[in-house]
């Protein structure tokens, strides 16, 4: 057992499956000595060497596409895009290219790659910097899109993406990387598409991703000393989605609220209000509510951010509101 | 043109003739499938290589069988010249199950793994990068494995380009980028939007790179040049880049009969065919008159074969439309 950050805990997965496969391969920028900007790849060139751990030119299109090209062609690529926000600019090769790929070719061609990102606000980094675009890559046939909100969770999970032959869309939490917690050692190995109970209550489901996931859990804890006892379920991986646990869950409760990081339209809460009331709409108790970031670009200021990104506070009012409506 | 380099292609007779065979053959194919589409048989687009076709004869007979190509949606000559059957080709253009891909990516996006051809891609610029990324596998498994990735004149104004260029020059990579210039994007003429008269050999320059401009309606220096770039890739010296002139016949797509282009322009290009050019070459080298209509007899029986089979072919069935979105065959996206 160790206690490991969100951030080594990348490092930590990554080189578990360095180790046992020499097709794993790293491109990015600032990856190699200088460890990433966010240091999620401190250490990976001291072990691997500069032919597996590669610096890039500002070149997020050639970063991409070289990860692309290097899949169809044997390797394992993980290709880091520092900011997610970034994707904006390499955005066809992985909505066009890498997505499409595999069934335009009849599925003669596979893309078993990694792309992970910073994601997300907290930081006060502005608006360029900081989007949680976990829906624009939710949105593309052929990416899965996988968001851990732990440091345990990252390993296996990690894993699980790089031994994966699909390419994955790997999103993390910047405002967690710094969050800390105790990992067993050994080998850790998840699977994709499994959401997870981290709570369970009688009264109201709370259904959360990535950075919303300890909100959530913060906010049961108050909503339970007022009387309101609630679920937390932590989506993990948004494609493929797990459906069937959070169908039981909120089937369970017959409430549902999801807390959502990303900017209210088509956000994954929306895909999945709709999965709910088509499928289990006889067994909610009232209306499925959204907590989202409002549809606006993200404020720099601590104090704006701060009330746009949903927060323990939100969460409760709006769980209570509901709950006594 | 830059160069007055006397080019000697192939040595062998026979790999000339080859190389003849595989141009007469991509311009039948062509103008069966521009015929196709006349009796609506062809759906959607399709982007003809007539005129272009010593580019692709003389790359794919320079080439090794396992190392790659990376075509655009003007890809049907790059994908038979790499050795692909017509009839799966064809009936990909009709939409049919025998198609290259059971008629789920279509005229641009041919691809035949298999034959060394990583895909046709439709989006300008995309695959640059992405020929980059192969190049690097192979220089990573140490196999002596070049990728070839053939765009056009307009595609170098796209950011894509200048990213690759760079990337495969620091990370001295086996890749051979080829500017098939055909002077012409869609409707504009290139240099009318471009900063420098050669738009790949110029820029070449600015990445370290040597400023090589070839005449693409010559299969013999499309070989050299080829040839060249090939050994200097598998020798671990890096990228180069090609910029081969010629012209397209037609226009840029299946419904443009391009008449934006001066009749003097399309005059003077069509006297400069590939194809005449290099069967009056074979005849003076000492191939005999019948060997080239037997050439061309062949081909001819080939394209008439090629198209009753694709006619012949299945209508794709319902059972393909849900398939291969992902690894395990599938398209679920939740349990
Ligand atoms: C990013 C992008 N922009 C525009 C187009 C539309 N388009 C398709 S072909 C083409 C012209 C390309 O010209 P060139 O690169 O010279 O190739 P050619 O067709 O002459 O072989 C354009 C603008 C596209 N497919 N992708
Ligand atoms: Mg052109």
New interface residues.
């Given amino acids: 057992m160790a206690q490991l950050t969100f951030r080594e805990a990348i490092a930590r997965g990554i080189a578990q499956e360095m180790r046992r496969d020499e097709s794993v391969v790293l491109l990015g920028e600032d990856i190699g000595a200088a460890g990433g900007v966010f240091k999620g790849t401190v250490g990976l060139l001291d072990e691997f060497g500069g032919v597996r751990v590669r610096d890039t030119p500002i070149s997020e299109q050639a970063i991409v596409g070289a990860a692309m090209g290097a899949a169809m062609t044997g390797l394992r690529p993980i290709a880091e895009i520092m900011f997610s926000d970034f994707f904006a600019v390499c955005w066809d090769i992985v909505a066009n290219e890498i997505a499409k790929s595999r069934y335009m070719t009849n599925g003669q061609m596979s893309f078993p790659l990694v792309i992970r990102s910073g994601n997300g606000g907290g930081l006060r980094f502005g608006a360029q910097h900081s989007q949680s675009v976990e829906n624009w890559a939710m949105m593309i046939p052929g990416l899965k899109v996988v968001v851990p909100s732990n440091a345990l969770d990252v390993i296996g999970l990690m894993a699980a993406s790089i031994r994966d032959d699909d390419p994955v869309v790997f999103l993390e939490a910047k405002v967690l990387y710094s969050s800390k917690m105790d990992v067993p050692d050994g080998e850790i190995v998840d699977t994709l598409g499994s959401a997870k109970v981290l709570r369970t209550g009688s009264d109201a489901t709370l259904v959360a991703l990535g950075a919303m996931v300890p909100k959530a859990l913060d906010a049961a804890q108050e909503l339970a000393a007022s009387g309101i006892d609630c679920t937390v379920v932590d989506v993990r991986s948004l494609v493929p989605l797990d459906t069937s646990t959070i169908l039981r869950e909120v089937g369970a409760t017959g409430r549902m609220f999801t807390v959502e990081e990303n900017p209210r339209l088509c956000g994954w809460g929306g895909e999945l209000s709709s999965i709910v009331s088509e499928e289990i709409f006889y067994d909610l108790d009232g209306p499925i509510v959204r907590i989202t970031t409002p549809h606006i670009p993200l404020p720099a200021a601590d104090a704006l951010e701060d009330m746009a990104i949903p927060s323990v506070e939100r969460i409760v009012t709006t769980v209570t509101k509901s709950m006594n409506a | 043109m830059a160069t007055t380099t006397v080019h000697s292609g192939p040595t062998e007779l026979a790999t000339k003739l080859d190389m003849y065979r595989s141009q007469v053959a991509l311009r039948q194919f062509e103008t069966r499938a521009y015929d196709l589409f006349l009796e609506n048989l062809v759906k959607g687009t399709s982007h003809l290589s007539l005129g272009q076709e010593a580019i692709a004869a003389g790359f794919a007979t320079a080439m090794k069988k396992d190392d790659?190509t990376f075509a655009t949606y003007r890809g049907h000559a790059h994908t038979l010249a790499r050795g692909v059957p017509m009839t799966p080709v064809l009936a990909e253009l009709l939409g049919r199950s025998n198609g290259?891909?059971?008629g789920?990516?279509g005229s641009m996006?041919l691809?035949?793994?298999?034959h060394g051809v990583?895909?046709s891609?439709a989006?300008i610029g995309?695959?640059?990068?992405?020929?980059?990324?192969?190049?690097?596998?192979?220089q990573?498994?140490g196999t002596d494995q070049v990728?070839v990735c053939f765009f056009g004149d307009g595609s170098t104004n796209i950011?894509?380009f200048h990213?690759?260029l760079?990337?495969a020059a620091?990370?001295k990579l086996p890749v051979i980028f080829v500017c098939e210039n055909n002077l012409w994007m869609e409707y504009t003429r290139t240099t009318e939007v471009t900063s420098v008269v050669h738009p790949a050999a110029d820029r070449a320059v600015a990445y370290g790179l040597e400023r090589i401009v070839v005449d693409g309606n010559d299969a013999d220096a499309v070989y050299d040049v080829a040839s060249t770039a090939l050994a200097r890739a598998r020798a671990g010296e890096g990228p180069s880049m090609i910029e081969a002139m010629t012209y397209r016949h037609g226009g840029h797509s299946r419904a443009d009969p391009g008449k934006y282009r001066p009749d003097e322009e399309v005059a003077e290009w069509f006297a400069k065919d590939p194809i005449p050019r290099y069967r009056a070459r074979l005849l003076d080298e000492g191939a005999s008159e019948e060997q080239l209509v037997a050439i061309e007899a062949d081909v001819a029986a080939e394209v008439e074969v090629a198209t009753e089979e694709a006619k012949a072919g299945g209508i794709p069935g319902e059972d393909?439309l849900m398939?291969?979105?992902?690894?395990d065959?599938g398209?679920?996206?939740?349990?």
């Avoid at chain 2, 691809?111 to 298999?114: D, H, L």
């Avoid at chain 2, 398939?323 to 690894?327: E, G, L």
Wanted: glycine share 10%; with cysteine.
């Fill in positions: 790659w290259l891909m059971a789920k990516g996006h691809t035949s793994v298999e990583m895909g891609y989006i995309a695959h640059l990068p992405i020929a980059c990324g192969a190049a690097w596998s192979a990573y498994r990728a950011g894509s990213e690759a760079n990337f620091v990370w393909l398939k291969d979105v992902w690894a065959g398209s679920s996206w939740r349990n």
